[in-house]
């Protein structure tokens, strides 16, 4: 078992292809954490965050063959399940358990991932970036990207019309974009 | 529509198919002018990298004590491990603590749906029978969901609840607030990317107040379930 601890993402997604358990458990260990932590942050209670993280990894483990490095790297494709499936958790309760904007807020006022494809300085950039949006357009991507609505129902909860739904959320990710040095042409 | 002019019009539904929450025909539109558009799609995949970026910005949290040993439980029957000839065919998924309580908050949760979608069958003794067995099925088994969405006439009027359950099988069960007119309806499952799924037709007779039927696609996938009369949709529900 000593050896799958060294292993790459990609080793281990392998391993749990072919059903090997050690595999499986080295990737639930070195993963456990940030997949806890971002359902934590999009459900807000522990009990129901621990069932999305549960099941993230049970998914995982299911559609590891189908895992495609060319589509984006590991941690983003089970953050994304996390985020799926924690956004399934939420509409089923039907309710927000933060304020969009607060959420937000967690995202710039912790110690971030180690797992992210950015260097240092753009993950500080972007948490700026992110502390330094208009509430209005930091509310409308938290609502899009943590909570999974619609420009439609981003719309009917903050009360506006759906264009301005829209240009809130494009114009918050163009100026993130701007941090990471890729503009708009 | 000129090339620059669709590619505005792309442009404008990027951020939410980057999020992966546009809507099913918006979805469609895209990915047909993204096969032919380099620059379009070059904007989808910058913009999804920043959606997977911010991802990663929630912080770590380590979860409760015993969650590695409660995920491999869940996954040890599917692995491949060392046991005496025979007994794995005999082994089979049980309900663990967690699971346990993960079917009792979908139940709960599914209820909370039922209740905010104003169900009131909720407040009747035949149906308080039905959510009851919801439970039990879920915890029974194993179900991984119940979701719940109203179901509406082409008026706009509430006509019941479509509930669609995630397991094996997966399946829709739709209670009617008032039996509907008597007839045939076409029941159809629209999926969220626009395929249609014909589900068994529901013959409505004086006092049919529930309908059902299994489904071939997973939960999340689901757009809209209709019913149609004549070829007419007169109830959809949107999930």
Redesign the interface.
């Known amino acids: 078992m000593h050896g799958v601890w060294s292993l790459s993402d990609e080793s281990l997604l392998a391993g749990m292809a072919?059903?090997?358990?050690d595999a499986?458990?080295a990737f639930?260990?070195r993963y456990?954490?940030?997949v806890?932590?971002?359902a934590?942050?999009?459900v807000g209670s522990?009990?129901?965050?621990?069932?999305v993280?549960?099941?993230a990894?049970?998914r995982a483990?299911?559609h590891a063959e189908s895992y495609d490095p060319r589509k984006?790297?590991v941690?983003?494709w089970l953050?994304?399940i996390?985020?799926?499936l924690a956004i399934?958790?939420l509409?089923?309760?039907?309710e927000l358990p933060t304020d969009p904007f607060l959420l937000m807020g967690?995202?710039?006022s912790?110690?971030?991932?180690s797992?992210?494809?950015?260097d240092y300085d753009d993950?500080d950039n972007?948490?700026r970036a992110?502390l330094a949006l208009p509430p209005e357009q930091a509310r409308a991507?938290a609502l899009?990207?943590?909570y999974?609505?619609?420009?439609?129902e981003i719309a009917a909860v903050e009360e506006i019309p759906l264009g301005t739904a829209?240009t809130r959320?494009?114009r918050g990710?163009g100026k993130?974009?701007e941090v990471?040095g890729?503009r708009d042409? | 529509m000129s090339e620059d002019a669709e590619c505005a019009e792309i442009r404008e539904l990027i951020p939410e198919i980057a999020a992966g929450v546009a809507a099913g025909d918006e979805r469609a539109r895209a990915l047909a002018h993204l096969g032919d558009c380099h620059d379009c799609r070059h904007e989808l995949a910058v913009t999804a990298d920043l959606v997977d970026e911010m991802l990663t910005l929630a912080p770590a949290e380590e979860p409760p004590a015993g969650f590695e040993s409660r995920v491999m439980a869940r996954l040890a029957p599917e692995a491949k491990v060392r046991r005496a000839p025979g007994r794995v065919r005999a082994l089979r998924r049980r309900p663990t603590r967690a699971s346990t309580r993960a079917a009792a908050w979908l139940a709960a949760t599914a209820a909370a749906a039922g209740l905010a979608a104003g169900a009131v069958w909720w407040q009747t003794a035949q149906d308080r029978e039905l959510a009851a067995s919801y439970r039990h099925t879920l915890d029974v088994a194993h179900g991984r969901g119940l979701s719940a969405a109203p179901l509406m006439s082409g008026l706009g009027a509430e006509q019941g609840t479509v509930f669609a359950y995630q397991g094996e099988p997966s399946w829709l069960y739709v209670t009617f607030r008032a039996a509907p007119q008597p007839g045939l309806y076409d029941a159809c499952l629209v999926t969220k990317d626009g395929r249609r799924f014909a589900l068994r037709p529901f013959e409505a007779g004086h006092n049919a107040y529930a309908w059902g039927s299994t489904i071939k696609v997973d939960v999340r996938e689901i757009g809209t379930i209709e019913f149609a009369r004549s070829g007419e949709t007169v109830m959809s529900a949107r999930f």
């Open positions: 072919s059903r090997d358990a499986a458990t639930v260990r456990q954490a940030r806890f932590g971002l934590l942050t999009i522990r009990s129901v965050a621990e069932d993280a549960q099941e990894f049970v483990w299911r984006g790297r941690p983003a953050l994304t996390t985020r799926n399934d958790a509409r089923m309760r039907g967690s995202l710039v912790q110690e971030g991932a797992d992210s494809s950015l993950r972007l948490r992110l991507i899009s990207v943590f999974g609505l619609t420009g439609k829209k959320i494009r990710l993130l974009r990471l890729v042409e």
